[in-house]
């Protein structure tokens, strides 16, 4: 009997989509239903999780907006809004995945979700590692970070890197990649063992703080910030550089894209740019994992986590992302069993 009680289900429900301007916490709404602890007889393949942790990202900002043809989809009104998160097998139906599992992948904004065709999900294995860390440095921001800098950058030893928005999720990994493998490394110095570091944000002549950090140019740049930034360091790339266009979060609040100006220094100088989606690189997770473990038991990779508590606190976690309100790889605990 106890295998069918219904419980409450905390929701977090958009109320509408925010198609330019900042997000608020407003757009966002908690909500409450009941769920069955079990999957509903006769559902296949199916999982019942419960949420321990929630991922807030930049990409999600544009699933907020009412796209069309977007390679991730919009959130739909008045349902539960959904990211990568780690969470517990409660019950399950599939053959991958029994009671007990702990896993990481895509989920919903709420106690408990079921997933019906478990599309990104993966098991966690290494557990003797803190938990909170698969949502970001074992989860998506690793992974991004991993294929961003090894695969589309194609590093080599003694390379000037630049990393913008170094102290998000993904940057605070690229920056201490690249100074594993011997390479200079801009930004965020005193934290991460970076070489240099400068605001972008509070910096009037990005060009100038360009110069002043890499006075002999940039082979890698690793694409977070996009506009103006993304300006600056064309105009200071070396000739065969590398950008990775990873995001551009300067951009995604906008109405009007801002343009640049500097595109044809890519011809003179080599450089090639290259956008990528992490989820073409998931079968790559193991090799990660083989690289990134003992790097962390180590020491020798340092993580940021900047967590806030409960449920009702992600609408603000979320949106604080977009005015720089964090520190680091920003989390929601929705609960800590």
């Known amino acids: 009997m106890a295998g069918e009680e219904s419980v409450r289900n905390k929701q977090v429900v958009l109320k509408n989509h925010v198609n330019s301007g900042l997000p608020k916490e407003s757009d966002m709404e908690i909500k409450e239903s009941s769920i069955q602890l079990k999957v509903p007889e006769g559902t296949k393949d199916a999982i019942l999780l419960k949420n321990l942790y929630l991922s807030c990202d930049p990409y999600m900002r544009n699933r907020l907006k009412k796209l069309e043809g977007s390679y991730v989809a919009s959130f739909q009104v008045g349902s539960p809004i959904s990211g990568y998160g780690v969470a517990k097998v409660v019950d399950s139906t599939h053959p991958g995945y029994e009671k007990g599992d702990l896993v990481w992948g ?3 904004w709420e106690e408990y979700t079921l997933l019906t065709a478990p599309e990104i ?7 003797d590692v803190p938990l909170t860390y698969y949502t970001g440095l074992l989860g998506m921001a690793g992974t991004t970070a991993y294929a961003g800098f090894y695969e589309v950058c194609s590093p080599k030893k003694g390379e000037y890197v630049y990393v913008s928005a170094a102290s998000g999720a993904v940057g605070q990994l690229v920056g201490q990649f690249a100074k594993l493998l011997g390479c200079y490394v801009d930004l965020l110095k005193n934290k991460f063992g970076f070489d240099a570091a400068f605001n972008y944000k509070e910096e009037p002549d990005l060009d100038a703080a360009l110069k002043r950090c890499f006075p002999e140019g940039i082979d890698i ?8 930034m993304l300006d600056a360091v064309l105009a200071n790339m070396r000739v065969n550089g590398r950008i990775a266009a990873c995001g551009m ?33 998931y079968h790559l997770y193991p090799k990660y994992l083989e690289m990134i473990i003992p790097s962390i038991k180590e020491g020798k990779v340092t993580y940021v986590e900047d967590k806030a508590e409960g449920l009702e606190s992600a609408p603000a976690a979320l949106v604080g992302l977009f005015t720089g309100r964090n520190v680091g790889k920003q989390l929601v605990v929705v609960s800590h069993d």
């Open 106 to 108: 895509m989920t919903g």
């Open 249 to 281: 979060i300067s951009q995604y609040n906008n109405e009007q894209l801002d343009a640049v100006h500097n595109l044809m220094y890519i011809v003179p100088k080599r450089i090639r740019m290259q956008g990528f989606i992490v989820s073409d690189f």
């Open 221 to 228: 740049y690793f694409e977070n910030v996009g506009g103006k």
């Open 121 to 127: 999900l993966f098991k966690i294995q290494h557990t």
